[in-house]
């Protein structure tokens, strides 16, 4: 019987550099931004080929490394920001987001006087 | 009309919209499987029915104006899934290959097993016309907003819709906002460099710039669901303390996660606030 997974010392060295180069953190991915501009990461496979690794490594590495990208507190701060957030909206609508911006520009202008 | 009669594909999109609208779809097109060029290789069409001429798609089944009201953040993290427009989408594919005798792949709204979807629905309703993409992330339709999708794949071949002419976001109040703050709706509430998911820049009335910490989302749309147990999991087995490990076992994050895990490979997104706060479609979310 086996199981396939990546070793630990070959998910540490390849780690970053999967994470980097996938589409972890997106930046400019959407696909109606101007050719140059567009930077929508490499496929396992595009990533496989640039490091010489198998692609089902680079994949498991990726899926591990996104896993772990963030530690167990992100969720407790996941559920306190929709609980705020989801509860603000519910008192104050749209001003729930926008509303420190009218306030700061209140606060300076009655500066300003 | 017959099997044999494709002189007339025209007919047969008008006839598969009435079933989608019958079947409670708020909007349907078509994309061509040759724009799907940007897609990166394995997830396109083709890749998923070789021979396929078009793909259908379908919008709606969004959550109702109440859910976006409650105060209860917990209330749409188990109301608001894909399943009923997915269903919608199979029923579609039913109906295609019984019908017309055509082949007809209903796109899996879940992922592979790389995470990864099949084929990207975002990508494939905004080629078929039914919204543009938005600064935050989801595609807008421009009367009703944030929606779900679903797709289906065919050889059937039915005239594209293509893209949408003008894009839906950012909306008026968004370019205003942006115009006089900086940031619009979505990017205040959850700003990317402030521990959120979403960045980005419009410029002349178009989105430039935009970033998307999709690790991050996926602990808040998908936290109590697969990504969750795995942590909890993992953080039970490093416990050595068997009091210790009982009450992580049997902790409210992790029971709620077990029961979110029943919807196996249903998207069930937990995790709202961007859209909460999205002008586009809010007049369909005011209501008495």
Redesign the interface.
């Known amino acids: 019987m086996s199981f396939f997974f990546v070793e630990p010392e070959v998910y540490k060295k390849y780690k970053d550099r999967v994470l980097a180069m996938s589409?972890?953190?997106?930046?400019?991915?959407?696909?109606?931004?101007a050719p140059e501009?567009r930077k929508?990461g490499y496929?396992?496979?595009q990533i496989a080929e640039a490091l010489g690794l198998d692609m089902r490594v680079v994949?498991e590495i990726?899926?591990v490394g996104?896993?772990e990208?963030?530690d167990?507190d992100?969720?407790e701060?996941?559920?306190e920001?929709?609980?705020r957030?989801?509860?603000a909206?519910?008192?104050r609508g749209?001003a729930?987001?926008?509303g420190?911006?009218f306030a700061a520009k209140k606060v300076k202008k009655a500066g300003k006087k | 009309m017959t099997d044999a009669d494709i002189s007339n594909p025209r007919a047969y999109k008008d006839e598969l919209i009435e079933q989608a609208t019958r079947g409670g779809a708020l909007v349907a097109g078509v994309a061509d499987v040759e724009a799907f060029h940007m897609a990166p290789e394995g997830h396109r069409p083709t890749d998923l029915l070789p021979g396929a001429r078009a793909v259908f798609v379908v919008g709606g089944a969004q959550p109702r104006a109440a859910d976006w009201r409650s105060p209860n953040a917990e209330h749409m993290e188990t109301t608001s899934t894909s399943d009923r427009i997915s269903a919608l989408a199979l029923k579609l594919c039913h109906y295609v290959e019984r019908k017309f005798g055509y082949y007809a792949l209903l796109n899996p709204p879940g992922v592979d097993r790389g995470g990864q979807p099949f084929m990207s629905l975002s990508l494939a309703a905004e080629l078929a016309g039914c919204g543009t993409r938005s600064l935050a992330g989801p595609i807008l339709n421009r009367e009703y907003g944030f929606m779900y999708y679903a797709a289906l794949i065919t050889t059937l071949p039915l005239p594209v819709d293509g893209l949408a002419q003008e894009s839906v976001c950012p909306a008026p109040e968004c370019l205003s906002m942006w115009e006089a703050e900086g940031t619009t709706p979505c990017l205040a509430v959850c700003p990317i460099d402030n521990g959120g998911c979403l960045g980005g820049r419009l410029e002349n009335g178009k989105i430039v710039d935009s970033q998307y910490d999709r690790a991050r989302c996926t602990i808040r749309t998908n936290g109590n669901w697969v990504p969750g147990f795995q942590k909890a999991l993992g953080l039970a087995l490093d416990e050595p303390d068997g009091e210790r490990r009982k009450m992580i076992l049997n902790s409210t994050m992790f029971t709620r996660t077990l029961w979110s895990m029943t919807y196996s490979n249903v998207s069930q997104a937990q995790c709202f606030e961007c859209m909460r706060v999205c002008p586009v479609g809010a007049t369909h979310r005011n209501l008495n």
């Open positions: 589409q972890s953190i997106q930046v400019n991915y959407v696909e109606h931004l501009k929508p496929s396992d496979k994949r990726r899926c996104e896993r990208f963030y167990i992100e969720w701060k996941a559920t920001f929709k609980e957030q989801c509860r909206y519910a008192e749209v729930s987001a926008t420190k911006y």
